[in-house]
């Protein structure tokens, strides 16, 4: 004869059916998958940038300063921004001029010859030995960020007399 302990199922034996293990496994696995898909979703917003704008929107009207990750500032016109380049056109860049000071009219010209100044330039792309075209594309992951200029700074009223300047010729 058999006692009532060895009739019961073996889950039943630990107090829990076989119909509750089921399911506690389907919630299990149904959150693992919700985690992983909320994870795979983080990466895709930080891969990708969908998360928002780190760059400003292009705009044919507006001159913004680009600055790169090596040091470098360039002006221009933004034309395009994709996930990984940004298109420039109309482009300036600085560029630091050594001058000699002036002599003086008593001829201190001993002193005064070893001693130059520091000039900054706004220099048109193109125009240097190489020859490059006015437009560049730059990777977006050397872009450290952009900032839209505003029509009364000196880089924009510079960049507005050289094209007056160059009407003229």
């Known amino acids: 004869m058999r006692t009532p302990m060895e009739e019961m199922p ?36 930080t891969a990708y940038g969908w998360g928002g704008d780190s760059i400003a929107k ?21 034309t395009s921004v994709g996930k990984k380049t940004l298109s420039l056109s109309d482009i300036y860049y600085l560029q630091v001029v050594t001058k000699p000071l002036q002599q003086t009219q008593q001829g201190e010209a001993a002193s005064a010859a070893s001693q130059t100044q520091q000039e900054l330039t706004l220099i048109k792309l193109g125009n240097e030995i190489h020859g490059p075209q006015d437009q560049m594309t730059i990777n977006i992951d050397q872009v450290l960020l952009t900032e839209k200029l505003k029509n009364d ?17």
């Open 10 to 45: 073996e889950a039943e034996s630990y107090g829990q059916s076989p119909k509750r293990d089921g399911k506690a496994v389907k919630i299990i696995i149904a959150l693992v998958i919700i985690v992983l898909v909320a994870i795979g979703a983080c990466w895709v917003v």
């Open 58 to 78: 292009p705009s044919s009207r507006d001159w913004q300063a680009v600055f790169l990750t090596n040091g470098q500032v360039y002006f221009g016109k933004v």
């Open 153 to 169: 700074s000196r880089v924009v009223q510079a960049i507005v007399k050289y094209v007056s300047d160059q009407q003229k010729k």
